[in-house]
């Protein structure tokens, strides 16, 4: 009687240690990050394809941006003290040693002083408004790919849903294990286009404030540009 016990208790754990293993070696696949994302789908090609072009799109505009909006406070100064001086040269000098958009724009209006003060101002503004102009190239395809890359997500995962009611249909196997095991694997593509379409679409909105920043700032610059030339010890406007 106790043999046999002890046969079946010998024969129970064999049967579990095999039950063991499985689940232990379904938890090292669901741990492998890559192989889940494999299991996305044809529509995480083009997703990846977006996440890699994002990317680049942010760091190109980051660095462009960040060049190109910083605002010199002491090239104001420098300016000042040539004007007064009388010294047209210099002044343009120092405005293209700036190597900005604020040295663009306030060079042009040094080019332009002794004509009528709105022209001055017209000319600044265009000049303003060309630079802005720069900074906001391709932003518009960050707009884009934060639209089209959970769009390709969401008709990823419909695609796959499609599938397995298909399946359902034809095999009339309507376990949970099918329908979830399908469905989790679809939810990815869904998953990696929020993702992506995230990056872009916050991307998008910081570069755009700092745009915004940037032409409150060369409004405060031109104003006080035209209040440099046209100080009675300055070089005036005529």
Not at 35 to 43: A, H, P, R, V
Not at 107 to 126: A, D, P, Q, S
Not at 145 to 152: D, E, H, K, S, V
């Amino acid at each position: 009687m106790i043999s046999t016990f002890l046969q079946l208790q010998a024969d129970t754990l064999a049967q579990a240690i095999p039950t063991v293993d499985k689940a232990n070696a379904a938890l090292t696949n669901e741990v492998s990050v890559l192989e889940f994302i494999f299991k996305g789908g044809l529509f995480l090609i083009p997703i990846a394809i977006l996440l890699f072009y994002t990317i680049y799109l942010v760091f190109e505009r980051y660095l462009y941006i960040n060049k190109a909006a910083k605002i010199d406070n002491h090239l104001m100064k420098d300016i000042r003290t040539h004007l007064n001086n009388a010294n047209i040269e210099m002044a343009v000098s120092s405005a293209e040693r700036a190597g900005n958009a604020q040295g663009y724009i306030i060079k042009e209006g040094v080019l332009t002083i002794g004509r009528h003060i709105g022209e001055i101002e017209g000319n600044m503004e265009r000049a303003a408004n060309i630079e802005i102009g720069y900074m906001e190239k391709k932003l518009g395809q960050l707009g884009l790919i934060a639209g089209i890359a959970p769009t390709l997500g969401f008709i990823g995962t419909i695609s796959g849903v499609i599938k397995i009611f298909y399946s359902i249909s034809v095999t009339e196997d309507i376990s949970i294990g099918n329908i979830s095991g399908g469905l989790y694997e679809k939810m990815i593509s869904s998953g990696a286009g929020l993702i992506v379409g995230i990056i872009a679409y916050s991307a998008y909105h910081l570069f755009n404030g700092k745009i915004d920043n940037f032409s409150l700032a060369i409004q405060k610059q031109v104003l006080e540009f035209v209040n440099i030339i046209q100080r009675p010890h300055g070089h005036k406007a005529k």
